[in-house]
């Protein structure tokens, strides 16, 4: 388990994961007043947090099911990645796919983040690629059942 410094200029506590098993720590909004969204309307949140991910991981950003499926509530770039080399605070995109107004309260848990270890590619040009049951069969090729 990777130690990460963190700053925090919320005044909510550190994320945590909820339960021994969970894979994501909820983020909450740290907001002066509340963030009125309307239908399809999208507003960055910030959370009053800064960290420093070690080389090698990322931190990725992802809705919470509980807002999505109740509010209609989602991180709109979802899921948004956090780079090693990122310094400054964390922010969510959120958008309203609820066809009522939503409004985003200071605390509200409004998105979960999960930290996870990543490689670095390396490119391998050439003229053919091995062949596949699949080959070159895109979206819905494998069939709807």
């Given amino acids: ?71 209609g509530i989602t991180v709109l770039n979802a899921p948004g990645t956090i780079d090693a080399d990122y310094r400054g605070e964390i922010g ?9 107004t939503q409004t985003i309260a200071d605390g509200d848990r409004i998105a979960q983040m999960v930290i996870a270890r990543h490689d670095v590619a390396t490119w391998q040009p050439t003229d053919t690629l091995d062949a596949t049951e699949r080959g070159a069969g895109g979206f819905g090729h494998s069939g709807e059942k």
């Fill in 1 to 71: 388990m990777p130690q990460i410094p963190i700053i925090n200029r919320s005044h909510h506590d550190l994320p945590a994961y909820a339960t021994p098993l969970a894979a994501g720590m909820d983020l909450r909004a740290n907001i002066d007043a509340p963030v009125t969204l309307p239908p399809l309307g999208r507003a960055i949140i910030p959370t009053g947090l800064f960290m420093a991910l070690p080389p090698g991981y990322e931190a990725q950003v992802r809705p919470r099911s509980g807002l999505a499926a109740k509010r």
């Fill in 92 to 100: 969510v995109v959120l958008v309203n796919l609820s066809a009522e």
